[in-house]
């Protein structure tokens, strides 16, 4: 799926290499699935591995990783040795293989992340701007991609609405490259504005990175407070704007346009700006959303060994107050009828812990008080942060509150997993965390309005109260030697 | 966790010429799935070594540990056919029984006997001859109707004696049930498994036919296997043996791609899982249930008891087969891989984390639960 050849002497001979988007074992053979990686992010990774395996390679060959490739299409698409950097298009000009020096590419990778991978014709003049050299086109003259599709087997969702934003960044690359003589000084920046728990998941990837390809992060200013709060080393651009709607009502490359209006000419010139929101499924492999990030950020993460979700938290923490009595912070509401941990179940949750002599705080839903539980308002950062440090665990939906309780405080939490995926929102187990579902064989569903299986409005992967009180007994067990 | 699929041993050169019968099943109407026909693999010959071996490596590619295989009592002695695979079954690969026994009425008797004794014997030394895939410390052998057994508890002791005396060592008695409800595990058996599509239709079927249907069949105004046949939603059908399924007791899943075993009910009777746009075979749904098989597997039994049981690597004849075929190519072979990786890599992620409460603090919490409940209900 995932192809390149390597070209040991210019005009000589050619060795092959395929990949594959990992499902979880990272083989040799397979390269990190990342959902929030433009393709070019593919074009480096390939020219990476590639390298490691031919590190006397002259030239690297890389196809287009929007294309279901195979080292057998490449070679097959080339007329005679390669003689010379060159880019292969169909024969309308989306992009097929790009063929540069192995140097070039390993010194300029930050600058490659801005390659459209959809338009030929701007990938070249941006190629040859940072090459300073000529590079051969060449069309196919007989193979025609035709009208990429919105979403596709191998995982990309890369429609034409899409294309668009790819094509606008490469062009502002170009303009940049063809206008600054400094323009290896430019910074690069990504553009991730939204939303509030993508925000933590990014933060917490770049605290994660050692040496990340960005400097920069185009975010919505009504989130200064998860900025502050999570400690990224990306400098923020603040993009004064409502964050985009859940709702629908306005689409991603709408966005997009309107974004690049508000943030201006000024920030266009002086940064390479690479789409990093979702540019394929997420649910597709089971890693964190947070190594996504991180392989976005510019990690290659070629092996488990590397993945956050196999190491030790990047933070941990927990409550200093006597576990006499015991305090369990829950955030049950999840904005839509179908993300809410059912009522019925959480009132039996809350009954129970009470006769258990256990003090619960539910976050904005008096309605549940009279189940023994205190409601408490903590709609801002801060106001969340502090009612945490008062409860020895947080309970929480896959929302930003568990996000940023589990990630950017390190407390210990226990996260509700209902129609989304446990693996890429929750992560993995520790002391400090657990996720927790049903296992039902319909999840993930990512339904937002009623169940595709039951049709009601509530979700029945939700874990059952029995098992909820078990885990937070548990948790409190080893981490606090907590014994009711 | 391990991954252990169910498989036919009979193709075979000079067995029932399977590959044939299935090359000749014909489907009697438009609303039955034709069955697969092999791509990659071949109609292969499992008697030679070099075809046997390269099923084995391509069920281990998929991330499969091992084979469950028929083992039955035929001519005065029990059989299997571990012989074929076992120069393949190493480093981590191995075998387990599906015991077909409910031909022999010998062990319906309530009271032990001589000659149940000695076909115990058999039973075991036929056993010694299998290369196993351990399952909770032992090798793993279906029991395909243990409701026969009126003397369930003798009988899985005197199995037991068996095989230690034979050299098998210990065995994993599994019996086909969906619920436990107490029955199987007090009286020996280590655990369950659900049972196939066929005998267990988890939920309501979606043609529900009637007797004005009925009088349509006999009049030649309405496709027969409307009436005759049970049609069920994949989603449906796996999603209800998933649901409270910790309430059924230590039942190990079986998780399946797709099934229609209209060959087996020529005369009607057949179960039919069907799939969005009227397909047999989805993948991701198929991927979704085996991941989840896994992880509930890997949440509710201890490490060494961990098995989900596919079903099937190579039953064409159900529909339900893995093995790349001619219709999906190695659609459900790569859904299979993908999942395996995917529910694997999530049970690595898990770590430094303490065993659960033990089982009576378990009953405790539910207890409280349950008053809770009816708090609720009164309110």
Redesign the interface.
């Given at each position: 799926m995932l192809s390149g050849l390597a070209v040991r002497d210019v005009g000589g001979g050619l060795e092959g290499f395929d990949f594959g988007f990992?499902?979880?074992?990272l083989r040799p053979n397979e390269i990190f699935d990342s959902a929030t990686s433009p393709p070019a992010r593919y074009v480096v990774e390939l020219a990476r591995r590639i390298s490691a395996a031919a590190p006397s390679a002259d030239f690297l060959l890389i196809g287009n990783p929007l294309l279901p490739l195979s080292t057998k299409i490449l070679a097959s698409w080339l007329q005679g040795p390669v003689q010379g950097p060159l880019l292969l298009s169909d024969r309308d000009g989306f992009p097929l293989l790009y063929g540069l020096p192995s140097r070039f590419v390993a010194d300029h990778e930050r600058f490659l992340l801005t390659l459209s991978a959809v338009d030929a014709t701007l990938d070249h003049r941006l190629l040859e701007g940072l090459l300073g050299a000529p590079i051969t086109l060449q069309k196919h003259p007989k193979l025609a991609i035709g009208t990429y599709p919105l979403s596709t087997a191998t995982g990309w969702f890369q429609g034409s609405e899409r294309q668009k934003l790819l094509k606008i960044a490469t062009a502002n690359a170009i303009k940049i490259v063809e206008r600054r003589p400094d323009w290896r000084q430019v910074a690069s920046t990504v553009y991730h504005p939204y939303h509030a728990g993508s925000i933590v998941f990014f933060a917490m990837a770049a605290r994660d990175v050692a040496t990340p390809l960005f400097s920069r992060q185009v975010i919505c200013s009504s989130y200064k407070d998860i900025c502050a709060a999570s400690d990224s080393p990306l400098t923020p651009i603040w993009l004064k704007l409502p964050f985009l709607p859940r709702d629908g009502s306005v689409g991603e490359p709408q966005y997009f346009a309107h974004a690049l209006d508000r943030l201006g000419e000024r920030v266009m010139e002086d940064n390479f700006l690479v789409f990093m929101r979702y540019s394929r499924n997420s649910a597709?492999?089971?890693?964190h959303m947070i190594d996504h990030d991180r392989f976005s950020l510019g990690e290659s993460l070629a092996t488990?060994s590397d993945l956050r979700?196999?190491r030790p938290p990047l933070v941990q923490n927990q409550c200093r107050l006597p576990t006499e009595p015991l305090r369990i912070l829950f955030h049950v509401t999840g904005g839509l009828p179908i993300k809410n941990y059912p009522v019925?179940r959480c009132?039996?949750?809350l009954?129970?812990l009470a006769?258990?002599g256990i003090e619960c705080s539910v976050i904005g839903r008096p309605d549940l008080e009279e189940w023994g539980a205190g409601s408490i308002e903590a709609d801002e950062t801060d106001l969340l942060a502090e009612a945490v440090t008062r409860h020895h665990l947080f309970v929480g939906l896959d929302s930003f509150p568990h996000h940023f309780v589990k990630n950017v405080l390190g407390w210990p939490s226990i996260g509700l997993f209902g129609t989304t995926g446990?693996?890429n929102f929750g992560?993995?187990?520790?002391?400090h965390y657990?996720a927790l579902d049903?296992?039902?064989?319909?999840?993930?569903c990512g339904a937002e309005q009623t169940c595709?299986?039951f049709t009601g409005p509530e979700c029945?992967n939700y874990a059952k109260?029995?098992?909820l009180?078990?885990a937070i007994?548990?948790m409190a067990?080893?981490i606090y030697g907590y014994s009711s | 966790m391990k991954i252990l699929a169910f498989f036919e041993t009979g193709y075979q050169a000079g067995g029932d010429d399977l590959w044939r019968r299935l090359e000749l099943a014909r489907p009697a109407s438009r609303r039955l799935f034709p069955l697969g026909q092999p791509s990659t693999l071949g109609t292969y010959d499992l008697a030679d070594p070099g075809q046997a071996e390269a099923v084995v490596a391509l069920a281990r590619n998929a991330g499969i540990d091992g084979f469950v295989i028929d083992c039955r009592w035929q001519d005065g002695a029990y059989r299997h056919d571990a012989a074929l695979l076992a120069p393949f079954c190493r480093d981590g690969f191995g075998l387990a029984l599906l015991w077909h026994n409910g031909d022999e009425p010998i062990w319906a008797e309530p009271l032990l006997s001589e000659p149940m004794l000695a076909r115990a014997e058999a039973l075991a030394d036929c056993l010694s001859a299998v290369p196993a895939q351990p399952v909770g410390g032992g090798l793993a052998l279906i029991v395909e109707s243990p409701k026969q057994w009126r003397a369930a508890a003798r009988v899985t002791g005197i199995l037991r004696q068996a095989a230690d005396r034979s050299g098998v060592g210990a065995l994993t008695l599994i019996a086909n049930r969906a619920e436990d409800k107490g029955r199987f595990v007090e009286q020996g058996f280590d655990a369950l498994i659900d049972p196939p599509p066929d005998q267990w239709h988890s939920c309501q079927p979606s043609n529900h036919a009637t007797g004005l249907d009925f009088l349509e069949v006999l009049g030649g105004l309405r496709d027969s296997t409307d009436y005759l046949d049970r049609y069920f939603a994949y989603l449906d059908f796996t999603v209800s043996r998933m649901l409270n399924r910790s309430q059924r007791g230590r039942v190990l899943p079986r998780v399946f791609p797709a099934f229609h075993d209209w060959l087996a009910h020529p005369g009607g009777g057949a179960t039919q899982l069907v799939n969005r746009s009227n397909r047999p075979a989805d993948a991701q749904l198929y991927g979704m249930f085996l991941e989840n098989a896994m992880l509930f597997t890997e949440r509710h039994f201890p490490a060494g008891d961990q098995v989900v049981f596919l079903h099937s690597w190579n039953k064409w004849q159900d529909g339900s087969q893995i093995e790349p075929s001619q219709w999906d190519g190695d659609m459900l072979w790569n859904a299979t891989r993908d999942a395996i990786d995917r529910g694997r890599y999530q049970i690595k992620c898990k770590s430094n984390v303490m065993p659960a409460q033990n089982a009576a603090r378990r009953d405790t919490i539910a207890m409280m639960c349950d008053a809770a409940r009816q708090t609720l209900k009164q309110t």
């Open positions: 990992s499902k979880g074992a597709v492999s089971p890693f488990q979700q196999l019925e009132k039996v949750v009954r129970t006769a258990l446990a693996g992560g993995g187990w520790n002391s657990r049903c296992a039902l064989a319909c999840h993930p595709p299986v029945r109260p029995e098992e009180i078990g007994l548990d067990r080893q | -």
